[in-house]
């Protein structure tokens, strides 16, 4: 008795560790740093390899201080497959089986989180994934072309007012294994397993106090963005395998409204994501007519004033892809609006 009582608790540890070590390497790109030399100047790029297949995927500016950062990120990523390697060698020392250690996924934290937000309905209530883990979505299920990225920030956008069924968001999450903190406008944020999750909702002046929303019938207080009614208004749900139902915006709502807020980022690297994903995400719009076709009837809705922002950032994005990439946002856009 006493022998398995240690074997169960070297497994709870075992497997512990090892989800908290791939927790840990969620998001983070594999592959390793190359630099090339194009017109003087020195260009980094994600070297990849998948069977016979070399990528390299551009990223920027070989001295860009994110891309020293992401560089110290794929050494971590390395270690912590050093480690997992030992945790999965001491399972299967103790006996464990091999579909127990193989079943513990990169994801798990993410597919629990986006399961809970479909058992509850949240989902159909209107609320949406956003940000750079529905890019994720539009890479692994919508043809979208690879971008490497590491993001810790799962977005979650809630529309206000909010008229679902009453649903205590914070409870579940904290369910999940999630901490609650806070912004220091009072705006709640909810951190674990490597992962931040944010919540947003349109910032339409009526509601709003110093930033934040409280949000009623969810019990949470999110962060009020411009223009996250866009991405709102025109949603889209699909079934992704082993996770289950998530609703994000549409590739063309997701165009737009990157290009309305690449230009207000502080950061560097951050506007330079954002950018790279519009071009991206143009390139797989001119792909189908049916999403041009969106993108057009999304346009018609706009102001003339936020036309004009769009068009005007839509400018900015070569001075953040690659020297000789296409800029398929701009041809995007000549073309919906002829």
């Not at 609650?180 to 009072?186: A, I, K, M, W």
């Not at 950018?275 to 390139?283: C, D, F, G, M, T």
């Amino acid at each position: 008795m006493v022998l398995e009582d240690v074997l169960n608790e070297s497994q709870q540890y075992f497997m512990a560790r090892k989800g908290k070590l791939t927790a840990a390497v969620l998001g983070i790109p594999r592959g390793s740093l190359k630099q090339k030399q194009i017109r003087g100047h020195s260009y980094l790029y994600l070297h990849t390899r998948s069977g016979q297949k070399v990528k390299d995927a551009y990223l920027g500016k070989a001295d860009t201080e994110s891309l020293m950062k992401l560089e110290n990120q794929l050494k971590k990523r390395r270690q912590f497959f050093k480690e997992i390697a030992v945790s999965r060698q001491s399972l299967k020392r103790i006996g464990v089986p091999k579909h127990m250690i193989e079943n513990q996924e990169f994801s798990e934290p993410i597919r629990n989180l986006f399961q809970k937000m479909d058992e509850v309905g949240l989902w159909d209530y209107g609320l949406e994934l956003v940000g750079s883990w529905c890019f994720k979505v539009y890479q692994n299920y919508m043809n979208v072309d690879l971008y490497p990225m590491r993001t810790l920030d799962v977005d979650l956008a809630i529309p206000v007012p909010y008229k679902g069924k009453e649903v205590d968001l914070g409870k579940h999450l904290e369910d999940l294994g999630f901490i609650l903190s806070f912004r220091p406008n009072g705006a709640m944020v909810y951190e674990g397993f490597g992962l931040q999750i944010e919540l947003l909702s349109p910032d339409k002046g009526r509601g709003v106090s110093d930033g934040k929303i409280d949000v009623k019938g969810l019990h949470v207080a999110s962060l009020a963005l411009r223009y996250l009614e866009i991405l709102l208004q025109n949603p889209i749900s699909i079934s992704m395998r082993q996770v289950g139902k998530v609703t994000i915006p549409s590739m063309p709502a997701f165009f737009i409204h990157k290009l309305l807020v690449a230009p207000m980022r502080r950061e560097e690297n951050k506007r330079e994501k954002d950018y790279k994903q519009v071009n991206l995400v143009a390139k797989r719009i001119l792909q189908g007519e049916e999403l041009e076709i969106e993108l057009r009837r999304i346009m018609k809705g706009l102001s003339v004033g936020w036309i004009k922002k769009v068009v005007a950032s839509s400018k900015l994005l070569k001075n953040h892809i690659e020297p000789d990439s296409p800029d398929f946002a701009s041809v995007l856009l000549s073309k919906v609006k002829s």
